[in-house]
């Protein structure tokens, strides 16, 4: 690996680093973005039930907010409707939407720097082809070129471009994969919500 990184010359050590950043970007998506820490299976449907029977204590909002990214906007419903007992149904809806809003901007995170990277790196490899047809028309002289700067510039042309790809592609679809499952979570704590919002509203006293 090192006679490798040597042959590709000073270039490649942007895209090094743009491999490990890549790599603990993917990691932590992997480890942020498990369906048990989003939207628990059983969280909405215990909640629903608990709210049939009337307004939970605060302290249920409190641990429900602890438990996952649903039960935070689930919480912030049910800290609307105990806050206001005459809260209007455009302000719960604006409450939950909020809430929502906020935890979909926490599952965005790092995707805008993970996408970056799957933009840059090609760019970064192409950079370094470029440094190595400048060392190859750079080695050529009217006496005859020098084999083995020739070859050098060849070889740092040729292993920027192939390391460029290699981190740009894993990266890209990594990134198309955790888009998809945050606008499916998205679409669940939506739905979630829109459950959630007539039955907060049967508690409460709307004005006339």
Known sequence: MFSIIQAAGWPIWPLLLCSVLALALIIERLLSLRGARIVPPKLLDEVLALVRGGLPAPDVAEKLEQHSVLGQVLAAGLRSAQREPRISEERLRQSLESAGRAAVHGLERYLSALGSIASA????????????????????????????????????????????????????????????????????????????????????????
């Not at 790196?121 to 050529?140: C, D, K």
């Not at 945050?182 to 907060?200: G, K, N, R, T």
């Open 121 to 208: 790196a090609p760019l970064l490899g192409l950079f370094g082809t470029v440094v190595g047809m400048i060392e190859i028309f750079g080695s050529q002289t009217p006496g005859g070129g020098n084999p083995q700067a020739l070859a050098h510039g060849i070889s740092v042309a040729l292993y920027n471009t192939a390391f460029g790809l290699v981190i740009a592609i894993p990266t890209l679809l990594f990134y198309r994969h955790f888009r998809a499952r945050v606008d499916d979570y998205a679409l669940s704590l939506e739905l979630a919500a829109e459950q959630l919002m007539p039955l907060l509203l049967r508690h409460t006293a709307r004005p006339a």
